[in-house]
């Protein structure tokens, strides 16, 4: 890697970039030092999370992003594209020498194509602000992950997103047209928006999922919306978790699509509609909107199915409850700071496999000493299978012990996934927290992906540590 002094690379940014785009006072080099990722937050209370970015630069386009990536890979030094900061697994800690490079200063929708259905948006913008600018014309993204307010919109590209709408909009990969993203050596790459291409391998699916690893997002052209004319809430009561994941199954197969489908477990039940709830029930929140036309009769098939697996009709003020309290999340460092151990674990498989995963994941993190709680919903459901979001809580006795127990229930909810058959990760990314798992989840198709990664950064400065398991492994 590099051997050039911080002051010698801080120098040639600003002569690149000008004083006012680098940064290098201890305020800022901490606040580009970790993500989200409770064990990052963990150490930054233990003050263990020892190193800091040699600076902080904050380009203003595409060509001051390509000016950076020239001079740090002819001098090896390492790179960390950074968004806001929101990760939840280890996708931005810097190694030592590195330069950040915060895109927050490229925050403009540059383009609405109503005609298309389009809109052109730089990586930097936050989510909430670009939907709130689509709103604004009368449109939306259909884009709602919980992290809205506090993630950018190339953040989800970069860990390949899904929002809490996915089931009628899809996720981000079905959302992104084009893009404009910088190479490792400089050269800028635009992928231009068109409804579909045929014209060899998608240059999108390189970028989408990358966490950093390989270039830099810069600009997105993405699908939007028309706001909906209508929209209709209901709950649900299941019997249990196996009859609400049966009942998601025949509403997937029978061809609904409501955007929101969202099955809690017994426990997650009691905790978030504890007022409506009883018994072991599971509750399932289903929101249709579009055409009034369309409302109408989705929400009656899905009624149908509902009856059919013993569910129970609520009403609509548990869904009113979900969609008002969303995104209000109480903050990890605050439970860290008072020796619990939690995180969240997003994994997906098929139907024929999903009561299997739930079961063997719970049974296996429960088992991990100081667990508290496990519970799980699903969010996101396909024609072929849907995902299970699993929460944990743990209070190990010992602070010193805090680490230990988080290592211990990820790694029982990863091998039971992997064993199940299941995907390590549904749509929070890699980052270092799942590492051990990659070689499991691709098999040898990961000698393809180091492959493009040896091609694409030879000189390997693009986010080293994360993503891809050690290259001499």
Same mark, same amino acid.
């Given at each position: 890697m590099s051997k050039s002094s911080a002051a010698a690379v801080r120098a040639a940014l600003v002569e690149r970039l000008?004083?006012?785009a680098v940064h290098w006072d201890e305020a800022s080099l901490r606040a580009h030092a970790h993500d989200t990722w409770p064990l990052a937050l963990l150490w930054a209370q233990q003050g263990s999370l020892a190193t800091l970015p040699t600076c902080v630069?904050?380009?203003?386009?595409?060509?001051?992003?390509a000016a950076v990536l020239s001079y740090a890979n002819r001098e090896g030094v390492p790179v960390v594209p950074y968004g806001a900061g929101s990760g939840v697994c280890g996708g931005v800690l810097p190694p030592a020498g590195a330069v950040v490079i915060d895109l927050r200063s490229m925050d403009q929708l540059l383009e609405l194509n109503e005609t298309n259905l389009l809109a052109r948006v730089q990586a930097g913008m936050m989510g909430s602000e670009f939907e709130s600018a689509l709103n604004g014309h009368g449109y939306s993204m259909g884009h709602f992950p919980q992290s809205i307010a506090v993630s950018t919109v190339g953040g989800w590209v970069a860990t390949r997103a899904a929002g809490q709408f996915s089931t009628r909009y899809g996720s981000i990969e079905d959302m992104l047209v084009g893009l404009e993203a910088v190479l490792p050596d400089g050269r800028i790459v635009r992928i231009a928006p068109v409804p579909r291409r045929a014209a060899g391998p998608d240059l999108r699916h390189l970028f989408l999922g990358s966490e950093g690893t390989l270039a830099v997002v810069t600009e997105l052209a993405v699908r939007i919306f028309p706001l909906p004319e209508s929209r209709r809430l209901m709950t649900y009561s299941l019997p249990d978790f196996d009859a609400g994941l049966e009942a998601l199954r025949a509403i997937m197969r029978a061809g609904w699509r409501p955007p929101v489908l969202r099955l809690y477990d017994a426990a997650e039940t009691a905790r978030h509609f504890g007022q409506w709830a009883s018994d072991e029930a599971s509750?399932? /929140?289903v929101i249709s909107e579009g055409p009034s036309a369309l409302t109408a009769v989705e929400l009656e098939g899905c009624h149908t199915v509902c009856g059919a697996f013993g569910g129970a009709a609520l009403g609509d003020q548990p869904a009113h409850h979900w969609l008002a309290e969303r995104n209000n999340v109480p903050s990890l460092a605050s439970f860290i700071e008072r020796g619990f151990v939690l995180d969240t674990i997003e994994v997906a498989s098929g139907w024929d496999r999903i009561h299997d995963l739930y079961r063997d994941v719970v049974a296996a993190v429960r088992a991990v000493k100081h667990v508290i709680v496990v519970s799980g919903h699903?969010?996101?459901?396909?024609?072929?299978?849907?995902?299970?979001?699993f929460t944990f809580v743990a209070r190990p006795d010992?602070?010193?012990?805090a680490e230990p127990t988080y290592r211990?229930?990820?790694?029982a909810a990863m091998d039971a996934t992997v064993?199940?058959?299941?995907? /390590?990760?549904?749509?929070?990314?890699?980052g270092r927290n799942r590492l051990p798992w990659m070689r499991a989840e691709h098999g040898e198709g990961l000698a393809v992906l180091r492959t493009l990664?040896?091609?694409?950064?030879p000189r390997g400065i693009m986010n080293p540590g994360v993503l891809f398991p050690e290259l001499s492994d």
């Open positions: 000008g004083g006012d630069v904050m380009p203003r386009s595409a060509q001051e992003v509750f399932l /929140i699903s969010s996101h459901s396909y024609p072929q299978g849907t995902n299970i979001y010992d602070p010193a012990a211990a229930c990820w790694k064993r199940v058959g299941g995907t /390590i990760a549904h749509h929070h990314g890699i990664k040896r091609a694409i950064d």
